[in-house]
């Protein structure tokens, strides 16, 4: 088996050179959706680069704080990483989700969900996260359409947690 972009073999996910929806949505997830200061154009590259061109999955990504945006931004969101591809592969996404949010640097503790986000149906794991300097990041792992899916939402800076008074 060939590898492609050898960092991902550290995080414990391996890319064959002609990888597939699931394999190559879960490394690519893990490896550049956690990643901030990146745009659009330069996230589905990096993609591209480590799996195939054009992605072997479905790519939703925009973050306010670098650059507009045309996709409909739901409420108190400042950026938004999503993956999704074909079939039920919901286990295994959330195994690969809880992997990297073990890995240095570690998403923070569990939150009560924000206002902002209600699960929907096929949601198998929607949570609140405490991110560094009280930043608050929520993850959502489901199916919808026949599609798998996994976003990590990043909200405005003052949203989510509680302040002290």
């Known amino acids: 088996m060939r590898l492609i972009a050898p960092f991902l ?10 990888a ?3 394999d190559a949505a879960l ?3 893990n490896a ?10 330069g996230i589905r590259t990096r993609m591209e680069q480590d799996t195939s061109s054009p992605l072997p999955f479905d790519l939703i990504f ?3 704080s670098i650059e507009p945006t045309t996709h409909d931004v739901p409420a108190g969101v400042e950026r938004r990483c999503e993956v999704s591809f074909s079939g ?19 998403f923070g503790a569990v939150l009560p969900l924000p206002t902002t986000h209600t699960a929907e149906p ?8 405490e991110l560094l300097r009280g930043r608050v990041a929520v993850v959502h792992v489901g199916q919808r359409n026949n599609q798998t899916f ?3 939402d990043r909200l405005f800076d003052g949203l989510g947690l509680p302040r002290e008074g």
């Open 9 to 18: 073999v550290s995080l414990g996910l391996w890319i064959p050179a002609v």
């Open 20 to 22: 597939h929806g699931q």
């Open 27 to 29: 490394a690519a997830f």
């Open 32 to 41: 550049w959706c956690f990643k901030a200061g990146q745009t659009a154009d």
């Open 62 to 64: 925009w973050d306010l």
């Open 88 to 106: 039920n592969h919901t286990q295994q996404a959330v195994q690969a989700l809880r992997k990297q949010m073990a890995t240095p640097p570690v």
């Open 122 to 129: 096929g949601t198998v794991l929607i949570e609140g996260r």
């Open 150 to 152: 996994l976003a990590v």
